[in-house]
T-cell receptor
Framework: GAVVSQHPSWVICKSGTSVKIECRSL??????MFWYRQFPKQSLMLMAT?????????EQGVEKDKFLINHASLTLSTLTVTSAHPEDSSFYIC??????????FGPGTRLLVL | GESVGLHLPTLSVQEGDNSIINCAYS??????FIWYKQESGKGPQFIID?????DKRQGQRVTVLLNKTVKHLSLQIAATQPGDSAVYFC?????????????????FGQGTILTVHP
């Protein structure tokens, strides 16, 4: 149980285009989902907290107009990287929380912006 | 400040040895701690957790120790196997924020690269 999926697993796009990443909780309902970014050989950095039916809460330094988050249902959250640039290339990981503590992570999406 | 680093320390052990991975956390008010294992190109995988009212918890081949006095967390892996090779992260969960919407967010430590040699 507690499986989280992400789609796509990897994506290559041209600079200036937008990319949407989906995060789904497959066998449970998640009132809260989190989006992280991880650069090579570094730790996970929380980007935003997504609550179903409300606006996402962004961490300091994360541009909310560039990283659009939508949490339309209890099993789906999406992250859209708008006008992507090479510096946005990274590994994006989502997690979904049941209850108040345990977070289950997705497999990650590798984004490469050319 | 946050316990997030930029360059990961490494630990190399021989197969069958015990491994100890350490983590210093930053927020004395954190009430829940988790160890995750991350293999290359994959998302973090839950290993074991511990609440702040405990100082030790054991799982299968793993033990987590919590020392709140010095804000230190450790993960002990018994009889380490090549399949244990990965990056290990500790994470702390902070207390409820005033706004409530970010309650329970995790702050990850810098991570340790564990390499197990056969």
């Amino acid at each position: 149980g507690a499986v989280v999926s992400q789609h796509p697993s990897w994506v290559i796009c041209k600079s200036g285009t937008s990319v949407k990443i989906e995060c789904r909780s497959l066998d449970f309902q998640a009132t809260t989902m989190f989006w992280y970014r991880q650069f090579p050989k570094q730790s996970l950095m929380l980007m935003a907290t997504s609550n179903e039916g409300s606006k996402a809460t962004y961490e300091q330094g994360v541009e909310k107009d560039k990283f659009l988050i939508n949490h339309a249902s209890l099993t789906l959250s999406t992250l859209t990287v708008t006008s992507a640039h090479p510096e946005d290339s990274s590994f994006y990981i989502c997690s979904a929380r049941t209850g108040i503590e345990t977070q289950y992570f997705g497999p990650g999406t590798r984004l490469l912006v050319l | 400040g946050e316990s997030v680093g930029l360059h990961l320390p490494t630990l190399s052990v021989q197969e069958g040895d015990n491994s100890i991975i350490n983590c210093a956390y930053s927020n004395s008010a954190s009430d829940y701690f988790i160890w995750y294992k991350q293999e290359s190109g994959k998302g973090p995988q839950f290993i074991i957790d511990i609440r702040s009212n405990m100082d030790k918890r054991q799982g299968q081949r793993v033990t987590v120790l919590l020392n709140k006095t010095v804000k230190h967390l450790s993960l002990q892996i018994a009889a380490t196997q090549p399949g244990d090779s990965a990056v290990y992260f500790c994470a702390e969960k902070g207390p409820r924020n005033a706004g409530g919407t970010s309650y329970g967010k995790l702050t990850f430590g810098q991570g340790t690269i564990l390499t197990v040699h056969p």
